[in-house]
């Protein structure tokens, strides 16, 4: 009866996510039971917050469940069903391991047999709760025993038995004049100097604002915003053979205001994305665009030397913060130029980590070869395209399944299809495919704005006669490996690697993955409206790159691509194909890879 009555929930609810409670008839079930059945029955971000037991369901005239007449979940229920998760927990440590998944997960409660993963936990935040571990607790936990051991009980256990490691203190800059960069920022200097580069590395958002919007606030909220986040007006200068970034006083000519009524935005975003000069700052854009009496476009642009997609979603929650006057935030504990220092010192410690890339890509390195519509230009061409398409939530919810089943992740079992689609287009059985990390190794960076993301070269070998399953394991353990060694950057194993140099391609691989699971939530306004505007930068950094963002339980599919070598209907019948593949391994994940049939019927 209670599968019965959640299936016809859902059914009800029209696949809306955002449900937060159902009404089961319980009988002499416990609400731990229920949650046990549930959390067998359904993924983790179908689970409701809370339970609620009735005599019976309400219905209406005609013998359906009356919606409106179920009761709405109290806040003293609320705090019962907290007090009742707490209550259930042994000790100080694993009640301070709660506080932190609360931190990390966005939650208010949960079991100490709850898993971190069914949560609602991924990679990105399990390297957050990891680092918050390390602070709280002094004790370094590698990932891979995040995975096996996902649950407040386990891992409190794995906190008792662990030995404490010193946690080094991390010392301010000082006060220079000039300072030096970290390896992510070198990296990006040297990638900003390229021929025709454009506006490959810039990152810009946009939003069509409803409402009595007030752009001198506005104004003032970013001002304040550069006063307090540095890399906000930080400029780059090369002095003899040495780049060096200077912090400026103050942020000046970063704000325009302009009316376009009548202009499509498309064309005023296209006007808005250009190029920076690194030498001069701010490295950071801000124009409003007021397109009715009650009708804004709100835009904003940073290069990626100053900024990750990390630093994004927080310029835009303090921007929404200081624009609702009243708030204030936190004093923050360092500087970007602080992690930048420290990062120089740190890396005399990762010599292990050095070895395990060096290891992992030692021999002949592939080449992926990808069958081109146009010959490869002598020089890499940054001239990219854009194309869509959505996974349903059905998919979705059965792709997160097989990452239960299999101990793994959404984003490893995404990652595993692509290398089964390049292997399905090239033949080749040893794939290195890019993916970026969130690179916060230190709870202190949470907050800071600055580009932290290094780059993992994943390699993995899709050979032909192996089931899916066992190539997913494989594609699980190269993560979880890589997650551990997160901290060596990408530009210092790529001058020790020392491949040969093609000019028209990316040193190591071609092709990049990335799966977007931080909270890409809106600024919250008074009275104002905010709609997020899809931007298409027509530029790509690399010759492919398959971007999967999470958006209210289904998935979009971006895949970014260069113009000088694929038609756009060669990538639209490839995106096709891994969607194919998706639906294909979610059926048997069992089946051999050459059994997996990426063309549809």
Not at 215 to 220: S, V
């Amino acid at each position: 009866r209670i599968k019965e009555t959640v299936v016809t929930a859902l059914q009800d609810a029209g696949g809306d996510t955002t449900l937060r409670a159902y009404v089961v008839p319980a009988q002499t079930l416990t609400t731990e039971q229920i949650y046990d059945y549930l959390q067998a029955e359904l993924p983790s971000y179908m689970i409701p917050q809370f339970v609620i037991v009735l005599e019976a369901l309400p219905l209406t005239p005609n013998g359906k469940v009356d919606r409106k007449a179920l009761p709405v979940p109290s806040e003293e229920l609320a705090q019962a069903e907290e007090q009742a998760a707490e209550a259930e927990l042994q000790d100080e440590t694993e009640q301070q391991l709660l506080k932190l998944w609360q931190e990390v997960l966005g939650i208010r409660k949960a079991g100490r047999k709850d898993s971190f993963f069914r949560l609602g936990g991924h990679s990105l935040k399990a390297v957050a709760l990891l680092s918050r571990i390390k602070k709280t607790f002094g004790v370094a936990i590698p990932i891979h025993t995040l995975f096996r051991q996902p649950t407040i009980q386990q891992l409190a256990e794995v906190i008792r038995h662990s030995p404490k490691t010193s946690v080094a203190s991390i010392l301010p800059a000082g006060g220079q004049e000039y300072y030096r960069l970290s390896s992510e920022q070198e990296r990006l200097y040297v990638l900003e100097q390229f021929e025709h580069v454009g506006t490959a590395y810039n990152v810009p958002w946009a939003a069509h604002v409803s409402g009595p919007f007030d752009a001198a606030r506005c104004q003032q909220a970013f001002a304040a915003l550069s006063l307090r986040h540095e890399t906000l007006r930080t400029c780059f200068e090369l002095i003899g053979d040495t780049v060096l970034q200077k912090v400026l006083p103050k942020a000046d000519g970063f704000f325009t205001y302009e009316e376009a009524s009548g202009a499509a935005p498309d064309q005023l975003i296209r006007q808005f994305v250009r190029p920076f000069d690194l030498r001069v700052g701010p490295l950071f854009r801000v124009k409003v665009i007021r397109l009715g009496a009650e009708e804004h476009l709100l835009l904003l642009d940073m290069h990626h030397i100053i900024a990750d997609g990390i630093s994004l979603q927080i310029v835009l929650q303090e921007f929404a913060a200081l624009y609702n006057e009243g708030k204030t935030l936190e004093p923050l504990p360092m500087q970007y130029k602080d992690y930048a220092n420290w990062q120089c010192k740190h890396r005399e410690t990762l010599q292990s980590q050095e070895k395990y890339w060096l290891d992992v890509l030692q021999g002949e390195l592939p080449v992926l070869n990808l069958p081109l519509d146009y010959p490869r230009p002598p020089l890499q061409s940054f001239a990219g395209d854009k194309i869509t398409a959505r996974l349903d939530t059905s998919l979705v919810g059965k792709l997160r399944q097989v990452a239960e089943e299999t101990d793994t992740t959404l984003y490893m079992v995404l990652l595993a299809a692509y290398h089964v689609l390049l292997h399905k287009y090239t033949g080749q059985t040893d794939i290195i495919v890019g993916s970026p990390i969130a690179g916060r190794p230190q709870a202190e960076f949470e907050h800071l704005v600055g580009m932290f993301v290094n780059t993992l070269a994943l390699r993995n070998f899709p050979h032909p006669d192996k089931p899916f399953r066992t190539f997913l394991a494989e594609v699980r353990e190269s993560c979880l490996q890589a997650y551990e060694h997160q901290e060596w950057p990408f530009e210092k194993l790529v001058e020790k690697l020392q491949p040969t140099r093609d000019l028209s391609r990316n040193p190591l691989f071609d092709t990049m993955f990335v799966l977007q699971n931080m909270e890409n939530s809106l600024p919250s306004l008074p009275g104002v409206e905010l709609v997020a505007l899809p931007i298409n930068s027509q530029s790509s950094q690399f010759d492919l790159m398959l971007e999967a963002v999470e958006q209210a339980g289904s998935l979009q599919l971006n895949l970014e691509f260069c113009t000088k070598l694929f038609a756009p209907r060669t990538m639209e019948k490839l995106l096709s194909h891994y969607v194919n593949l998706l639906a294909q391994l979610v059926q048997d994940a069992d089946q051999r890879l050459i059994d997996m049939d990426m063309l549809s019927a």
